[in-house]
């Protein structure tokens, strides 16, 4: 002889709506699976939220390098400009001389 469970769900309609309530009842086979499936899932979305914290923490660490590179091509960037500057002045001192 199995044992029925019977749950009480309440579904939620507008705001204008009473809520409908509905009565199913479970066997203890469906309510087993639910309960595997659940544990199931609960197993899998562990799994995600650790694979998460690595991709977050190595997402910190690309945005640190990609800071750190703008910074470092900013100030080679900078030193270029300078040079051609420098270049650009002594081309125009050495054609007065000339």
Do not use: A, C
């Amino acid at each position: 002889m199995t044992s029925d469970r019977i749950f009480d769900l309440v579904n939620s309609g507008d705001d204008d709506e009473q809520p409908v309530k509905k009565v199913e009842i479970f066997d203890d086979k469906k309510l087993n699976k639910l309960y595997d499936d659940w544990l199931q899932f609960d197993e899998e979305l562990r799994s995600f939220e650790m694979k998460h914290k690595i991709y977050v923490t190595k997402l910190d660490e690309v945005e640190s390098l990609k800071t750190e590179y703008r910074n470092e091509f900013n100030k080679y960037k900078k030193k270029i400009i300078q040079l051609q500057e420098n270049v650009d002045q002594l081309k125009q001192s050495s054609t007065k001389k000339g």
